[in-house]
């Protein structure tokens, strides 16, 4: 089902159920190569199907189930898998998978029990065609893809690696695509293969690799195309004369301007879209670039900062008035304890509001049993509190100036710890009469309504 043209192929159509693919008439008898592949995924959808594949082959897999290709390969296929198969949620997502002629694709998982490497990318309906680059050299293979955000050519990203990985001496490229019950366009727009070599190594010259008779095989085949191109350039004229422009792009032209009509308005909010994640993609990049200084010079400032105490500390051990390191951390630490028994205090006292407002009610001893246990908790507390107090006001005054409550004093100025409970006592007490009072006022408001 694939679709040739000047300037691209078509490998699929937006259609359902569709196999294309292409493939080189010879083999490749590079042992170490790159190739650079742009092509495009575009559908009207919010989800696509079934994908793409770039392949390296010992035999041409012309047809087949494993996106429009043969099962059972023997060589390596990198497939950009646009539905999501194993309801994982990891797709758009790109699989590499090596097979050694025996194996059968397991659609079912998306590959992912045969995968070698992978990653995720969404590589639809970008604003710029999408770029990959496959390496394979000393038995590694590396893919880097540029994620169409971008005009720049040369702005990919490490996506897999496979290493220790061996492929067939000599093999096929391929390129090839499907659709299912969903569909999208699989348009390519270059396939570029290069030789890699080692450094020092005599590199073949170009005349050697391809026949001469397969050259002119070729070049006979480039002008028959040639000739079919131009009889449909001239009928195409033929039934439409008011078209203007050179006859070698007036065919693209109509077909372009019938998909602008068909979808003009969502394509330019689409690349708008993009345009603009494009634009917050880079300042975001900018923005953690800033950052990372900022944390660096934070970095230092507190490392200078901390050896300067630590230097401060060793050369005045005994001096007066200053406060070192641990007894700032432990006068931080009592008060955040005074605040956190404070807090179950304040907690106590509700649950005692509670309680006593269930024991107003008859028959409830349980009531009057827990309100007494929250009032040995209550007193417990208080008395923790009052003595880290003590202990925080005794590390916080110096040792010349701590003052200590006299034996027998004649107006004592320390409170004692019977005084203290009398205290808590006395308004204890007042406080439950207040609340006794205040329940008996509230049920004899009642009796009126």
Same mark, same amino acid.
């Given at each position: 089902?694939?679709?040739?043209?000047?300037?691209?192929?078509?490998?699929?159509?937006?259609?359902?159920?569709?196999?294309?693919?292409?493939?080189?008439?010879?083999?490749? &008898?590079?042992?170490?190569?790159?190739?650079?592949?742009?092509?495009?995924?575009?559908?009207?959808?919010?989800?696509?199907?079934?994908?793409?594949?770039?392949?390296?082959?010992?035999?041409?897999?012309?047809?087949?189930?494993?996106?429009?290709?043969?099962?059972?390969?023997?060589?390596?296929?990198?497939?950009?898998?646009?539905?999501?198969?194993?309801?994982?949620?990891?797709?758009?997502?790109?699989?590499?998978?090596?097979?050694?002629?025996?194996?059968?694709?397991?659609?079912?998982?998306?590959?992912?029990? @045969?995968?070698?490497?992978?990653? @995720?990318?969404?590589?639809?309906? $970008?604003?710029?065609?999408?770029?990959?680059?496959?390496?394979?050299?000393?038995?590694?293979?590396?893919?880097?893809?540029?994620?169409?955000?971008?005009?720049?050519?040369?702005?990919?990203?490490?996506?897999?690696?496979?290493?220790?990985?061996?492929?067939?001496?000599?093999?096929?490229?391929?390129?090839?695509?499907?659709?299912?019950?969903?569909?999208?366009?699989?348009?390519?727009?270059?396939?570029?293969?290069?030789?890699?070599?080692?450094?020092?190594?005599?590199?073949?010259?170009?005349?050697?690799?391809?026949?001469?008779?397969?050259?002119?095989?070729?070049?006979?085949?480039?002008?028959?195309?040639?000739?079919?191109?131009? $009889?449909?350039?001239?009928?195409?004229?033929?039934?439409?004369?008011?078209?203007?422009?050179?006859?070698?792009?007036?065919?693209?032209?109509?077909?372009?301007?019938?998909?602008?009509?068909?979808?003009?308005?969502?394509?330019?909010?689409?690349?708008?879209?993009?345009?603009?994640?494009?634009?917050?993609?880079?300042?975001?990049?900018?923005?953690?670039?800033?950052?990372?200084?900022?944390?660096?010079?934070?970095?230092?400032?507190?490392?200078?900062?901390?050896?300067?105490?630590?230097?401060?500390?060793?050369?005045?051990?005994?001096? @007066?008035?200053?406060?070192?390191?641990?007894?700032?951390?432990?006068?931080?630490?009592?008060?955040?304890?005074? &605040?956190?028994?404070?807090?179950?205090?304040?907690?106590?006292?509700?649950?005692?509001?509670?309680?006593?407002?269930?024991?107003?009610?008859?028959?409830?001893?349980?009531?009057?049993?827990?309100?007494?246990?929250?009032?040995?908790?209550?007193?417990?507390?208080?008395?923790?509190?009052?003595?880290?107090?003590?202990?925080?006001?005794?590390?916080?005054?110096?040792?010349?100036?701590?003052?200590?409550?006299?034996?027998?004093?004649?107006?004592?100025?320390?409170?004692?710890?019977?005084?203290?409970?009398?205290?808590?006592?006395?308004?204890?007490?007042?406080?439950?009469?207040?609340?006794?009072?205040?329940?008996?006022?509230?049920?004899?408001?009642?009796?009126?309504?």
């Amino acid at each position: 089902d694939a679709i040739p043209s000047a300037d691209q192929i078509r490998i699929t159509t937006s259609l359902k159920s569709q196999r294309g693919s292409v493939w080189t008439k010879s083999k490749s &008898i590079f042992e170490y190569w790159e190739v650079e592949v742009t092509f495009r995924v575009t559908g009207r959808g919010r989800i696509g199907a079934d994908g793409l594949a770039i392949w390296f082959t010992e035999e041409q897999g012309l047809e087949g189930p494993v996106f429009g290709a043969a099962d059972q390969w023997n060589g390596v296929g990198i497939f950009f898998d646009s539905f999501d198969n194993d309801g994982k949620k990891n797709n758009p997502g790109v699989v590499v998978v090596g097979n050694n002629g025996k194996l059968l694709y397991d659609h079912q998982n998306d590959g992912s029990t @045969q995968a070698l490497a992978s990653c @995720q990318r969404d590589f639809r309906n $970008k604003p710029y065609p999408v770029r990959v680059k496959i390496t394979y050299y000393q038995k590694t293979l590396i893919v880097l893809i540029n994620n169409g955000f971008t005009p720049d050519k040369e702005d990919y990203e490490f996506c897999a690696k496979v290493e220790d990985m061996v492929l067939p001496s000599q093999g096929y490229f391929g390129i090839s695509a499907a659709t299912g019950g969903l569909a999208d366009d699989h348009d390519v727009l270059s396939f570029l293969t290069f030789q890699l070599t080692e450094p020092g190594k005599e590199v073949p010259t170009p005349d050697a690799e391809i026949p001469q008779k397969d050259k002119e095989k070729y070049q006979e085949e480039f002008e028959h195309f040639q000739q079919e191109l131009d $009889k449909k350039k001239e009928e195409f004229q033929k039934e439409h004369p008011d078209v203007q422009g050179q006859p070698g792009k007036t065919t693209c032209a109509f077909f372009l301007s019938a998909d602008d009509l068909f979808e003009t308005v969502s394509d330019r909010e689409l690349r708008q879209i993009f345009e603009g994640q494009n634009r917050i993609h880079l300042e975001i990049k900018q923005l953690n670039r800033q950052l990372d200084m900022i944390l660096d010079e934070q970095r230092r400032y507190v490392s200078a900062v901390t050896d300067e105490i630590a230097k401060r500390g060793a050369g005045f051990p005994g001096q @007066q008035g200053q406060a070192s390191q641990q007894e700032i951390e432990t006068v931080v630490k009592t008060q955040e304890e005074v &605040i956190r028994q404070v807090n179950e205090m304040r907690n106590s006292m509700a649950d005692t509001l509670r309680v006593i407002s269930g024991a107003q009610h008859p028959g409830s001893a349980a009531g009057v049993y827990e309100t007494t246990q929250h009032f040995n908790d209550i007193k417990e507390h208080l008395h923790v509190v009052k003595r880290d107090i003590e202990h925080l006001v005794q590390r916080n005054t110096p040792s010349s100036e701590k003052s200590k409550c006299p034996d027998v004093p004649p107006f004592p100025s320390c409170l004692s710890t019977m005084h203290f409970f009398i205290f808590v006592a006395v308004q204890t007490v007042l406080f439950i009469g207040y609340i006794m009072y205040r329940s008996q006022q509230e049920a004899a408001a009642k009796k009126f309504f």
